[in-house]
């Protein structure tokens, strides 16, 4: 096995190691140590690849998170309210199924660490294309589909986020697939009256 294969295959078991652990003990509970520990590597690894752990919690973010990985191309289907809806509802499973990236999100609310800067700047930059391609789609002008789509994107996120802890929302049990679809269907209905 080549360096750069073997260096790439210890990235990823560091990287989902930080996954495991905040899924296990929580993001406040994380460390070096504890990564190392349980990706079975020492933690001069760690500072070698990621330079510390801000670096390998910041690699764990651009790997997982929604935004970053996103598509972003035009859609070949001349039904942009299919992709759009279909969009959505991914958005709703891959937060919903990592409990590490809802813990994660809930701490960068409440810091301004510099990887969580350029982690919020590569999502709004993102974000915007996404929102100029689909305006030329929209009934509504430019300013209104931002508005709509900032409730939709910050609407899941913390729903999801709030699910670990909440079991009911405004009526909806944000803990059961019946209630997600009973979101889900609501954001199809959104999604009808913005799109043409």
Known sequence: MSKERDREQSEDKLINAVGELIAEVGFEGLGVNQVAKH?????????????????LIYAYMK?????????????????????????????????RASIALKRLRRWELSTDKEFVVQLRAQREQKGVHFMHMMSQFAKADKAQIQAISALLDA?????????ENCQMYNGIDIQSDEGWQQIAQGIDLLVDIMIK
């Open 155 to 163: 609407g899941i996120v913390y729903l999801a986020i709030f699910e």
């Open 39 to 55: 990706a079975g590597f020492s933690k001069n690894l760690i500072y070698r690849y990621f330079e510390s752990l801000d670096g």
């Open 63 to 95: 790997k997982n998170d929604f935004w970053l990985n996103a598509p972003m191309e035009m859609p070949e289907t001349a039904d942009i309210r299919s992709y759009l809806k279909a969009f959505y509802r991914r958005e709703i499973v891959e937060f």
